[in-house]
T-cell receptor, first 113, second 116 residues
Framework: DAKTTQPNSMESNEEEPVHLPCNHSTISGTDYIHWYRQLPSQGPEYVIHGLTSNVNNRMASLAIAEDRKSSTLILHRATLRDAAVYYCILRDRSGGSNYKLTFGKGTLLTVNP | KAGVTQTPRYLIKTRGQQVTLSCSPISGHRSVSWYQQTPGQGLQFLFE???????NKGNFPGRFSGRQFSNSRSEMNVSTLELGDSALYLC???????????????FGNGTRLTVT
């Protein structure tokens, strides 16, 4: 099953762009790349997802490499409220007949004022 | 549009007791998944329901069970509670089952269960 690799932590300054990388070299052709983030004492929050083309929404942009083996979540102007753990996820089919999302450790993003 | 609602927010139980947690999905969402989050193990998948049927199950003992009602609301039950069951239990809803496709998960803020 496809797995993802993310840095344990990253640091950014407020109002600067943030590029959060994710490697997924074993991704299959039909797997979407999902990003979620989790603030302390809250459930994970959906950020963005994509398959092949770059995607934009009001929260972030997702840049997907042409070979789909890596992707980058882009926060265009980081704010203090963006400080969270960011998870890059592919679906996991191990042990069941249907897919589920398996969350790894994610990247802890610190935003400095 | 209301988000995913989980009740209660906090719960304290004693070893050996049982507990029932409730989840109301986003209107129109028919799939509900449950996750357990602990500091040591992170987020772990428990099970997923769609149209009142369990579609997938994680690697948890049979003490953990769930069900889904015709209005898509879901409940999770843990019997014979153990200290290690202390965790944040999260519910997520989506339009279709088999998460990870083109239908993202939307999580509630969880129920914090403490077993003493």
């Amino acid at each position: 099953d496809a797995k993802t690799t993310q840095p344990n932590s990253m640091e950014s300054n407020e109002e600067e762009p943030v590029h959060l990388p994710c490697n997924h070299s074993t991704i299959s052709g039909t797997d979407y790349i999902h990003w979620y983030r989790q603030l302390p004492s809250q459930g994970p929050e959906y950020v963005i997802h994509g398959l092949t083309s770059n995607v934009n929404n009001r929260m972030a942009s997702l840049a997907i490499a042409e070979d789909r083996k890596s992707s980058t979540l882009i926060l265009h102007r980081a704010t203090l409220r963006d400080a969270a753990v960011y998870y890059c996820i592919l679906r996991d089919r191990s042990g069941g007949s249907n897919y589920k999302l398996t969350f790894g450790k994610g990247t802890l993003l610190t935003v400095n004022p | 549009k209301a988000g995913v609602t989980q009740t209660p927010r906090y719960l304290i139980k004693t070893r050996g007791q049982q507990v029932t947690l409730s989840c109301s999905p986003i209107s129109g969402h028919r799939s509900v998944s449950w996750y357990q989050q602990t500091p040591g193990q992170g987020l772990q998948f428990l099970f997923e329901y769609f149209s009142e049927t369990q579609r997938n199950k994680g690697n948890f003992p049979g003490r953990f069970s769930g069900r889904q009602f015709s209005n898509s609301r879901s409940e999770m039950n843990v019997s014979t509670l153990e200290l290690g069951d202390s965790a944040l239990y999260l519910c997520a809803s989506s339009l279709t089952y088999g998460a990870g496709g083109d239908s993202p998960l939307h999580f509630g803020n969880g129920t914090r269960l403490t077993v003493t």
